[in-house]
């Protein structure tokens, strides 16, 4: 079958730095996405890699490993309003978008 | 850009009527738009898929004749929730998508139901 797994919880420190991982088994790859979902919140577009390696978004980033079926997300300088959870995608064979649970990112001052 | 509305953010319904949720991509043409029910702590659930001009394609365990779904045009879709009842109420989500299946999905804001 087709599973994404994605730590439940995380917390970390305001000014820190936080790697949510992301692994996954599915038919096919034709991409993973990272969203950002605050409480309440519809998901908003963070992040699409569909080659090996990182990609940098100002404080976030997303690197991915095809061959071992591995994402992470790469949160610098955190702030308070970066709590929320962190959905990871992947795009199977057929287009299809398997999602994870999500993971909640706590942020303490 | 990508931008994707939703319509009502809030609805609170009798038990028995019937819901409908408009979703538009406001700057995008969406081929493809997608239906997703999220209850309280828990992940997102893919209910359909519609594509323009045709019949949606709707998740395993998802009632077709009671969430309705019409894409009538490149920027329009509806989901239409019948008969609704109490364990309906949730968190409705409407995404959207151009051109190829690769290409990133926008969510609207979200619908809250309330049933009665």
């Known amino acids: 079958g087709q599973n994404i797994d994605q730590p439940t919880e995380m917390t970390a420190t305001e000014g820190a730095i936080v790697q949510i991982n992301c692994t996954y088994q599915t038919s096919g790859f034709n991409g993973l996405f990272w969203y950002q979902q605050h409480a309440g919140e519809a998901p908003t577009f963070l992040s699409y890699?569909?080659l090996d390696g990182l990609e940098e978004k100002g404080r976030f980033s997303s690197f991915l490993s095809r061959s071992k079926g591995y994402s992470y997300l790469l949160l610098k300088e955190l702030q308070m309003k970066d709590s929320a959870s962190y959905l990871c995608?992947?795009?199977?064979?057929?287009?299809?978008?398997?999602w994870g649970a999500g993971t909640k990112l706590i942020i303490k001052p | 850009g990508a931008v994707v509305s939703q319509h009502p953010s809030w609805v609170i319904c009798k038990s028995g009527t019937s819901v409908k949720i408009e979703c538009r991509s406001l700057?995008?043409?969406?081929?493809?738009m997608f239906w997703y029910r999220q209850f309280p702590k828990q992940s997102l659930m893919l209910m359909a898929t519609s594509n323009e001009g045709s019949k949606a394609t709707y998740e395993q365990g998802v009632e077709k004749d009671k969430f309705l779904i019409n894409h009538a045009s490149l920027t329009l879709s509806t989901l239409t929730v019948t008969s609704a009842h109490p364990e309906d109420s949730s968190f409705y989500i409407c995404?959207?998508?151009?051109?190829?299946?690769?290409?990133?999905?926008?969510f609207g804001p979200g619908t809250r139901l309330l049933v009665l």
């Open positions: 700057d995008f043409q969406a081929t493809t």
């Open positions: 995404s959207a998508r151009a051109g190829q299946p690769r290409e990133t999905q926008y």
């Open positions: 890699n569909v």
């Open positions: 995608a992947v795009t199977d064979s057929n287009y299809q978008l398997i």
